[in-house]
């Protein structure tokens, strides 16, 4: 790819969000009823090719159950407020009601320096599984070693490791880090790692054996990881290029078949076949959920990273709702906006492009066009 002349002593490669990119109708189109948008990762199938992402504003151990009896597949954030606190519910009801932003930093960081509960990420694991949904929860790779035996043995059927950004050699003077490979060689459930944004960083996490990776770094709408750090990656560009890794890890590995999952960017339904269309077998959905009225946040959504005691690099945003769980995945919309219906609006961008399989329309055609960013 043709790199840019950012001054004499520095060239960059040019790299596009989803906003900069849209997809291209073909020669044919197809009856919406025609399409399936389902979505399989090791034993586990799901009508909807979605995670809603582990943040405490959009998955409760509730939650999590009515988005896999939707066709989802909720994952618990197993550091959140629900392995801190027996009732988070007041805690809940406290964030929303915060009136100024530094505020709400300052206290988020007070109420996540609770401990976390080994007997109570048991306790909202078994919770979900009693419901007879799929169980899939979360650590980040700082806690993993920690606390994935009280995972494994609660019964979690799919295992989230997320953070800001994963690599498979994490350097480290203090504690020993996490061997990914080792660690998801003698698990006996299927594992989900990332963020990673890079081809190169995506073939060393397939290397571990993961059965899919999440893609993406800083791009969340809570986010502030561009503005603190100064890194961040957009996402077109980063989905493209873990789905080239994908490809040649599958000829390395002798067909052995990654899962490439968004993560961040995806906020409006149109994002989503735009995802698809970059080479993303699913997504990871944060904000869209945060608008839902029976969502655990209100309206408002924040990450782990508006929590960190030394340097956040997220923030409590005020979302408002929309409408409720089912409505913004399933329909009816009523917004014109892509707040709502949003695996409807996949279904019918692909019957309208032609495609009735997921792996069928990653092959579809995109067109650039900075122009069309609006947001």
């Known amino acids: ?13 040019r790299a596009y969000s989803f906003d900069d990119i849209a997809v291209v ?25 979605f995670l809603a992402a582990p943040m405490d504003s959009v998955v409760s151990p509730q939650q999590a159950i009515a988005i896999g009896r939707l066709g989802g597949l909720g994952v618990l954030n197993l550091e959140g407020l629900w392995t801190r606190y027996e009732d988070p519910q007041p805690l809940l009801d406290e964030i929303a009601s915060i009136q100024d932003e530094a505020a709400a930093t300052r206290r988020l960081q007070e109420i996540y320096s609770a401990p976390i509960q080994a007997e109570l990420i048991k306790q909202r694991i078994q919770e979900v599984r009693d419901s007879g949904v799929v169980t899939a929860a979360a650590l980040s790779p700082q806690r993993t070693a920690e606390f994935s035996k009280a995972v494994v043995d609660a019964g979690v059927d799919v295992f989230v ?11 480290s003077s203090g504690a ?5 490979k080792q660690f998801i060689y003698e698990l006996d459930v299927p594992v989900i790692v990332g963020g990673c944004a890079t081809y190169t960083a995506a073939l060393h996490l397939m290397r571990t054996g993961a059965a899919g990776v999440l893609v993406g770094f800083g791009g969340g709408a809570a986010h502030t990881t561009r503005n603190v750090l100064g890194i961040q990656v957009p996402m077109a560009t980063a989905v493209a290029d873990v789905a080239a890794a994908r490809r040649d890890y599958m000829d390395e590995s002798g067909g052995r078949y990654v899962h490439v999952i968004a993560d961040g960017g995806v906020g409006y339904s149109g994002d989503i076949p735009k995802a ?29 990273e508006a929590v960190h005691e030394e340097l956040p690099r997220g923030k409590r945003v005020d979302l408002g709702t929309v409408g409720s769980t089912e409505e913004i995945l399933t329909g009816p919309s009523h917004t014109p906006d ?38």
């Open 161 to 171: 490791i997320r953070g800001t950004t994963v690599s498979a050699e994490h350097v």
């Open 276 to 304: 698809v269309a970059c080479g993303a077998d699913a997504v990871m959905i944060g904000a869209a959920l945060a608008r839902a009225t029976d969502a655990p946040g209100k309206g408002f959504h924040w990450g782990m």
């Open 338 to 375: 892509g707040t709502m219906n949003l695996f409807g609006a996949l279904r019918r961008a692909m019957a309208t492009t032609g495609y009735t399989e997921l792996k069928e329309f990653q092959r579809v055609e995109v067109t650039v066009n900075p122009a069309l960013n609006h947001r």
């Open 25 to 49: 109708p073909s020669r044919r189109t197809r009856d919406p009823k025609e399409v399936s948008i389902a979505w399989q990762i090791d034993a586990y199938r799901f009508e909807l090719p």
């Open 1 to 13: 790819m043709t790199e840019i002349e950012i001054g004499r002593g520095k060239r960059g490669r």
């Open 176 to 180: 020993e880090p996490l061997n990914l």
